[in-house]
């Protein structure tokens, strides 16, 4: 395997009035965990349903009703902690965070503060120009999500769905390690990429699966590297929370605008203060929710229905023994074992699936070729065919391997093959078979190739003393004796060839 | 510890109790009493104790993740003030 190593990309600056200023951005991401039921209760949580149809009582908050905890969001919860390459804490504990909130009907939500079931990790984060940052986790704990209030389809009623109130999620939570807006989406999407790989969080940002609160700050130069000597927060500034955004575009415009308003304050004499806030994509800026501040004594007391979690080392080793290769590995193993570049590499396994494909294609073959033909061939073609995904592929990876075998032998050209790529796209069929029945196998047969060329020499004499005079003008012939062998010439022979004849 | 009125307003608003003014004080004075004997308990050395979680040694019940609830909207709404469409409807909260 490859050794990945990187030099840490420079930090977001921001010019002021009075110096350049840098950005320090922490994020909490939440990721529904992907289960079948919610954490407390047997209810489905199925996207989409009727309203308050994916309702247990537990979840309501009826009276006497009590939580059984779901096994297999526990699960979920460590193979992200062992993809993140994080501590698993064998004894972790919920507690109650306390609020009121009508999509809340528990009147708190069940989390865990104190001993979270996942402790510190570690993420990679490539920025794609050959710079990466690695991303300190603090943790990761379980918790309950809370349900749907819509505001917007009566003038004077919130309307509330309590479908996903109580479903599963996990909450991962970085140290303030992340130094710019691209780096803090770069960061969202490769924790999204592991959990995809992993198979616990659909990673569905546009559903509300994946959300992020981004807790950013600004610094002069140089502080930071004091933070990160000593660990001692109080070399940062203030920062603000901005909650709950579910697009990578929006968290990038969000961080940004909200640094250049906290340089203006710093610079204008005032202070940053410390708070929640909402992030307004239409204004483009951000907003206190003070309606929140009162609220954020959560009173947080360990839940008295729920014993604490115990959890067995053998029983994580079983879920570390499953885990599928990660991104990480099956990058620096896609560059090892078949030569690619970082960048085809990097394409390649942002997905498991597009992955998986790959690996049946280049499979005993040219990886080198077969990365590019799946990138830029299969990935154009899809694209432009609706934007489908490697899994609705009508070319099967058997047949795209067939296609660059019949390359590689030389009994196609190059330009044939994205000929009989389309076919195989549009038909489908076997591809030798196609090439054998139309007649597309390249022509190797010299004779063939002269009887040709012989032809084009005789009917363009002006043509082959200008030749001789400029030997650039080759490049004619072989034009002509492609087109006049339907394109299936051996171009190497052809150009041998004319060479000869010409007496270049 | 003791625990004035204002303390014990706050925490009434916090807990949404309503408490009148003149209850206040001796809604403190318990809190404080309370208070007091906990600090009373925190006497007790309880270095390299193991926090007692349940009176018989048990294990936290577990649930496989499997569907078996739910499709009973009717039962979810049957106590709400007002429904409409399925959803709960509540006086408007606008954030």
Known sequence: MLDLTYDAPAPKTIAGATSDWELVIGLEVHAQVATKAKLFSGASTLFGAEPNSNVAFVDAGMPGMLPVINEGCVEQAVRTGLGLKAEINLNSAFDRKNYFYPDLPQGYQISQLYHPIVGEGEVLVEMGDGTARVVRIERIHLEQDAGKSIHDMDPHMSFVDLNRTGVALMEIVSRPDIRGPEEAAAYVGKLRQIMRYLGTCDGNMQNGNLRADVNVSVCKPGDYEKYQETQDFSHLGTRCEIKNMNSMRFIQMAIEVEARRQIALIEDGQEVVQETRLYDPDKNETRSMRSKEEAHDYRYFPDPDLLPLEIEQAWVEDIAASLPELPDAKKSRFMADFGLSDYDASVLTAEAENAAYFEAVAEGRDGKLAANWVINELFGRLKKDDDKGITDSPVTADQLGGIIALIKSGDISGKIAKDLFEIVYTEGGDPAQIVEERGMKQVTDTGAIETALDEIIAANPAQVEKAKVNPKLAGWFVGQVMKATGGKANPAIVNQLIQGKLGL | ?95
């Open chain 2, 1 to 95: 510890m003791s625990i004035d009125t204002e303390t014990a307003r706050r925490v009434a608003k916090l807990a949404r109790i309503k408490v009148e003014d003149d209850a206040l004080p001796a809604l403190a004075q318990e809190f404080s009493a309370i208070l007091g004997f906990i600090e009373q308990l925190n006497e007790v050395d309880v270095d390299g104790v193991e926090p007692m979680t349940s009176v018989t040694p048990q294990r936290l019940k577990r649930r496989e993740d499997v569907v078996t609830d739910g499709d009973q909207q009717p039962k979810v709404l049957a106590n709400a003030p007002d429904s409409r469409e399925g959803f709960f409807a509540v006086p408007k909260v606008v954030e």
